[in-house]
C-alpha cells in the first residue's frame, strides 16, 4: 500500500451524538485518556473552564451550562488515529452541530440507560441518517439504576428504525452492575470501581456455559446472565458489517463512561469496524480520498477562539490528497489562490501547527473572513463538493444598537457573524435596523452577548413582527429586478448581497408566490 492509502485507511473521524447529561463529555474524556491525549480525567472539563475565562462572551456558557463552542480532537490508539469532533449539546446549537456531521465518517451515540433515547439523540439521529453516517450505540451509567437492557435495545429498533445486536451484555446493573459479557468475543469484562484507571479487568471463558462464570460472577448473577444473553443473541439478529456501515444496524455496548468501563472495547469497535474516510461526491465527479491531489471543505467557521488573536479559524475537512503546510490551495468559490501556511490542529483543545494533514483529517486555517461554510479548497480543479446543509431561519428579530455612538460598527459584527454562519443577516431597503434570523430563541441571546462583548456594540433584540424569510432568485436578472422594485418594501439583501423575501405573514408570503410565478422562493440558500 501506498502511504496515503495507509494513512487513509488507518483514520477514523468520528462525531459523538447525545443528549445533554446523557455522559458525552465524560465520555470524551476517557477516549482521550486512552488515546494518551490526556493525562488526567478531569482534563476536559478543566480546559474548557480555562477557555471559558480567556473570553467573556462564553460566561453565558458558563452560567447557563451549555457549550457553544466545537472543537476537534485527535488521537492515536490501536494502530488507528481517531479524529473526534465535538458536537454543541445544546438543541439551540444544533444547526452548528449537524454541519459538524457532515465532516464525519461515523457516529457514537451515547444514551442514559435510564432515560433510553431523549428528543436531541432523535433529532441528531434523523442528521446521520440523512448521510447513512453508521452509529455505535453506547448504553451509559450501566452503574446507575437503568432500565431493563431488553426493553432498551427495543427502544432503539423502534423509535430509530434501525436493526439493533449487542455487542455485550450486562451483568446486573446499578450497584450490582459487574461489567458485561463480551458477546463478539466471548470474554467476560469486569468493572472496576476505582477512579482513573484505565482498562477493564478481563478473563477469557469459553463461551456462557463455562463454569467459570459461576466462580467469578456468583452462582445467580452468573444464571441469570446465561439465560439474558442467550435471549438476546436468540433474539437480535448478528453483527453485520455491512448493514452497520449502510447505517441501518447498530452494534450496542453497554457500559459506563464514569468508571471507564467499555470504553476501551467501543475504541476496539470504532477501529475494527467504523468505515475509514469515504469518497465524496463533488458536483462534477467522486474524488476518492487516495488521489494524489488534495481537496476538501469548509464545514465550520469559528470567529475568536483565541482573544488575543482576533481570528477566525474556517475548520476544513481534508477529502483527499497530502496536504502539507505551507501549501497553497485554489478557493473554487472566488478563484483565488491560497496560501495555507499556517494551519492549526486541535490536539484536545490546544492550537498546535502541523505540517501534514491527510484525507480524514480536520484542519483550521485562520483567516480574515474569507472562507465561509461549504466553500470548497483543491489543489486547482474546478469542483465543488455540496454536502453542507443550510438552515431556514425560524426566528426573525430585528437588532439595533442601543449606544448611537458605536451604531455605524453594528454592521461590520453582523456581517462578520453571517460570514461565521451562527446567523442570517438581512439588511431591509427601507428602513435603519437589520433583521436577524436564526433557529433557536437561545441564539439571540448569545448574539446580545458576543456582539457586545467581542465588537463592543451593546445592542437589543426587538420583535420584527415577521413571518418568514425566502431567498428569491429567477431566470431572468429583469423578472427578478421588477418583483425586487414592486415589494421593495419587503426585500432585503442578506451578508453576501442576495435578495430575500420578509414575509409580514402567511397570506403574504402565498400572495407572493401566486402572484410572481417566474420567482422562485427558497427557505435556505446553497452555500458556493
Ligand atoms: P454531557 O456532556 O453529555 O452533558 O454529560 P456529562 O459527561 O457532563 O455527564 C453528565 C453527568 O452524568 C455528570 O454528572 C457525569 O459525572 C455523570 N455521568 C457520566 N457518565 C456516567 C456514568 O457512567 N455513571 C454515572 N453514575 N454517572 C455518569 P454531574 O453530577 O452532572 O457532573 P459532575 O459534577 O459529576 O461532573
Known amino acids: 500500500m501506498t502511504t496515503i492509502q495507509t494513512e487513509t485507511a488507518r483514520r477514523r473521524t468520528f462525531a459523538i451524538i447525545s443528549h445533554p447529561d446523557a455522559g458525552k463529555t465524560t465520555l470524551t474524556e476517557k477516549l482521550l485518556l486512552f488515546g494518551g491525549a490526556i493525562q488526567a480525567a478531569g482534563a476536559v472539563r478543566a480546559r474548557g473552564e480555562q477557555r471559558r475565562t480567556r473570553s467573556d462572551w462564553m460566561k453565558m456558557e458558563r452560567e447557563r451550562g451549555i457549550s457553544v463552542s466545537a472543537s476537534v480532537m485527535t488521537f492515536d490508539y490501536g494502530g488507528h488515529a481517531f479524529n473526534l469532533l465535538d458536537t454543541p449539546g445544546h438543541e439551540d ?31 441528531l439521529f434523523e442528521v446521520c441518517r440523512l448521510r447513512d453516517v453508521p452509529i455505535i450505540t453506547f448504553i451509559n451509567k450501566m452503574d446507575r439504576e437503568a432500565r431493563d437492557p431488553f426493553e432498551l435495545m427495543d427502544e432503539i429498533e423502534q423509535d430509530l428504525a434501525l436493526d439493533v445486536t449487542p455487542a455485550n451484555w450486562p451483568i446486573g446493573m446499578g450497584r450490582d452492575f459487574q461489567g458485561c459479557y463480551d458477546l463478539m468475543g466471548d470474554r467476560l469484562v469486569l468493572m472496576e470501581r476505582t477512579k482513573d484507571k484505565q482498562g477493564d479487568r478481563i ?5 456462557l456455559e463455562d463454569a467459570q462464570l459461576d466462580r467469578l460472577l456468583g452462582e445467580a448473577p452468573a444464571a441469570e446472565l446465561r439465560e439474558t444473553a442467550e435471549m438476546a443473541r436468540g433474539l437480535c439478529p448478528a453483527f ?36 475509514p474516510p469515504r469518497p465524496l461526491q463533488s458536483d462534477v465527479r467522486m474524488v476518492q480520498p487516495e488521489e494524489d491531489k488534495v481537496s476538501g471543505f469548509v464545514f465550520k467557521i469559528q470567529a475568536n477562539m483565541d482573544p488575543k488573536h482576533r481570528d477566525r479559524v474556517a475548520f476544513v475537512r481534508m477529502v483527499s ?23 492549526v ?11 501534514e ?43 439595533r444598537a442601543t449606544d448611537p455612538m458605536r451604531a455605524k460598527h ?50 437589543r433584540f426587538e420583535p420584527a413582527e415577521l413571518y418568514t ?17 414592486a415589494n421593495n418594501t419587503a426585500i432585503a439583501d442578506d451578508h453576501e448581497g442576495d435578495p430575500v423575501y420578509l414575509a409580514r405573514n402567511a397570506w403574504h408570503l402565498d400572495r407572493g408566490q401566486k402572484d410572481w410565478p417566474q420567482i422562485r422562493f427558497t427557505a435556505t440558500k446553497d452555500p458556493g
Open 345 to 355: 490542529m486541535f490536539l484536545a483543545g490546544d492550537r498546535a501547527t502541523t505540517e
Open 93 to 123: 446549537f444544533s444547526e452548528d452541530t449537524y454541519r459538524v456531521l457532515t465532516a464525519v465518517d461515523s457516529a457514537v451515540m451515547v444514551i442514559d440507560a435510564a432515560r433510553g433515547i431523549e428528543p436531541q439523540t432523535r433529532k
Open 410 to 459: 453594528l454592521g461590520a459584527a453582523l456581517q462578520q457573524l453571517a460570514e461565521e454562519g451562527v446567523a442570517r443577516v438581512f439588511k431591509p431597503r427601507f428602513g435603519a435596523d437589520w433583521v436577524v434570523g436564526v433557529l433557536g430563541a437561545l441564539q439571540f441571546d448569545v448574539l446580545q452577548e458576543r456582539i457586545s462583548s467581542e465588537y463592543n456594540v451593546p445592542v
Open 203 to 207: 478473563a477469557e471463558v469459553k463461551g
Open 321 to 343: 490528497g497530502h496536504f502539507k503546510r505551507g501549501q497553497r490551495l485554489k478557493h473554487v468559490r472566488t478563484g483565488k489562490s491560497l496560501a495555507v501556511s499556517n494551519p
Open 240 to 275: 453485520d458489517r455491512q448493514a452497520y456501515r449502510d447505517g441501518t444496524m447498530t452494534p450496542v455496548f453497554f457500559g459506563s463512561a464514569l468508571n471507564a468501563f467499555g470504553v476501551q472495547d467501543l475504541l476496539d469497535a470504532l477501529g475494527a469496524f467504523a468505515p
Open 469 to 485: 424569510a425566502r431567498w428569491v432568485s429567477a431566470d431572468s436578472h429583469a423578472e427578478l429586478k421588477k418583483f425586487c422594485d
Open 357 to 399: 494533514a491527510w484525507p480524514g483529517d480536520i484542519i483550521g486555517i485562520p483567516n480574515h473572513g474569507q472562507l465561509s461554510i461549504g466553500d470548497t479548497l483543491t489543489e486547482g480543479e474546478d469542483l465543488r463538493f455540496r454536502g453542507v446543509p443550510s438552515f431556514a431561519p425560524e426566528l426573525l428579530q430585528r437588532v
